[in-house]
């Protein structure tokens, strides 16, 4: 099997397992929605599971970004023995520094959620200071699961990390369907925090397989670890935009009209989709290919994959940003209307939906151009992006937020990652010389064209023939589904014709 194939086997396997556990998570918000609604409960919620995770989250994801070369060096110079006691050492310190951190938050809870939600008063800020403290187990947890997820990544075994969010959503599914009809948010947490367990131990059989054997035994003076340390704080900071973006849109929604929290969540879950499935599949495995090709002082290499995974993100994220600009109320509607979610929070949620669907393009783009940087063991740079990312959101969001509401957090957001992903190209392009922008604007163009046309017709046979037929429950999903298969077989074809680069 030719290295060609081995990359797109193994993107293609980590897209369908993440599309799997992805569709387990939509039936999951369906189920959250109908048992719980989009108001008072829900916001609450959804501000608990922020203020859980949002500091693991920004954590676990630059240390696996930071442990996958450091493990891989370890192997090269100490072999595999060596690269398991390292495991054994950083997932011990990674335990003593999660439990520092979950007891200190059960502690600071009441003052976090004041800043991530300073509309909460009275029992829902009560509620959301208990239901955050039920929440603190998933902070260890999480630390399990990306120190196991770096090492099995770094030994080109992608599969476990792949499908653990699907026994996650399996808990949740399972709670929600047999015990979650008295409506008890406390319940919903405590199901949480079972399902946040199940993402490490998933993995637990694949590194016994690669021969790990727990003990006690810390070394605080290891120079790997200290290298892993020192290196995972400017990834931590550059990683931390999106998180620090939703702590920022959830606390100005909090002084909105209720709901707005849920109808934020509920659209940026579906507008992430697109980039958990295909853009992180292409990234997970390029990154590895850019910092191989980059120890190599191979340019030319380097501008091919970068150009290849440019391209494929382009060839996804174009037509999805089309496709969601029509038919988000619909989309919307099929996925959460039903229960106690009404025609109300379907509209608040599809509005939300159209402005961030409008950056999915630079964020996309920003996440693969962060990977370029970090193979370059350039830090800094998406760091630096990242502030001004913050810190151009928060502008925007007190520009927009008077006249147009939660949608205007939404459209700030979009706008943010658009401007920041433009600065990314443009030091790319000082520090590589040409980078073949020419070509990306090729494809770019061609891909809109093909997106436009396939619009077209998508809003024809939606639009124009749903209202004339018989109005059953199941017609307007069955022509949504026939509206994007047929659209997204024309616009195939069309990028065929067009000769669009792959």
Do not use: W
Not at 218 to 230: I, S, T
Not at 303 to 329: D, Q
């Amino acid at each position: 099997m030719t290295n060609k194939q081995k990359v797109t086997q193994s993107v293609t396997m980590i897209a369908v397992f993440t599309l799997i556990s992805k569709f387990l998570g939509f039936i999951r918000e369906v189920l959250i929605a109908s048992k719980y609604g989009s108001g008072y409960k829900t916001d609450t919620y959804f501000v608990a599971m922020t203020a859980t995770v949002m500091l693991m989250t920004t954590i676990g994801a630059s240390l696996n970004t930071t442990l996958i070369p450091i493990f891989t060096e370890i192997e090269e110079k100490k072999g595999r023995i060596g690269k398991l006691k390292f495991l054994n050492n950083i997932l011990n310190v990674v335990f003593l520094i999660t439990l520092i951190l979950a007891l200190l938050g059960f502690f600071l809870s009441p003052l976090v959620i004041k800043i991530l939600a300073k509309g909460f008063t009275g029992e829902q800020f009560d509620l959301a200071v208990r239901l955050n403290r039920i929440g603190l187990p998933i902070v260890i947890f999480l630390g399990f699961t990306y120190v196991f997820s770096g090492y099995l990544h770094s030994s080109q075994v992608f599969g476990p990390p792949a499908i653990m969010g699907i026994p996650y959503n399996f808990v949740f599914i399972f709670f929600l369907i047999f015990l979650g009809n008295k409506g008890n948010i406390n319940h919903l947490m405590i199901a949480s925090v079972i399902a946040a367990s199940t993402q490490f131990l998933i993995q637990v059989p694949a590194i016994i397989h690669q021969g790990y054997r727990y003990s006690l035994n810390v070394n605080l003076r290891d120079r790997y670890l200290k290298k892993a340390l020192l290196l995972v704080i400017p990834v931590m900071i550059g990683s931390a935009v999106q998180q620090i973006n939703t702590i920022v849109d959830k606390t100005l929604a909090s002084s909105l009209v209720s709901g707005s929290i849920s109808a934020l969540t509920y659209a940026s879950r579906i507008n992430d989709l697109i980039i958990s499935v295909f853009v992180m599949a292409i990234t997970t495995v390029v990154f590895p290919m850019l910092s191989k090709a980059f120890s190599q002082d191979d340019q030319a290499q380097i501008k091919s994959i970068m150009g290849r995974g440019i391209n494929i993100i382009l060839l996804i994220t174009v037509p999805a940003t089309i496709g969601i600009l029509i038919l988000a109320e619909p989309m919307v509607k099929l996925f959460f209307q039903r229960g106690a979610f009404d025609e109300l929070a379907t509209s608040m949620t599809s509005e939300a939906l159209i402005f961030y669907s409008v950056g999915l393009i630079g964020s996309a783009l920003r996440l693969m151009l962060n990977r370029v940087y970090y193979s370059f063991q350039d830090t800094k740079t998406p760091m630096i992006n990242g502030a001004l990312a913050v810190g151009l959101n928060i502008i925007l969001n007190l520009i927009l937020i008077k006249p147009m509401g939660h949608s205007g957090l939404a459209l700030a957001t979009s706008i943010s990652a658009i401007f920041t992903t433009a600065l990314l190209f443009i030091g790319l392009r000082k520090r590589l010389g040409p980078i073949g922008l020419t070509s990306y604007l090729s494809s770019f163009f061609k891909t809109l064209f093909a997106s436009i046309i396939m619009g077209v017709l998508v809003y024809g046979i939606f639009y124009g023939l749903t209202p004339k037929l018989p109005d059953y429950r199941i017609v307007e999903p069955i022509m949504l589904l026939l509206s994007i298969g047929v659209g997204a077989i024309l616009y195939f074809l069309l990028c065929f014709i067009l000769k669009v680069e792959k």
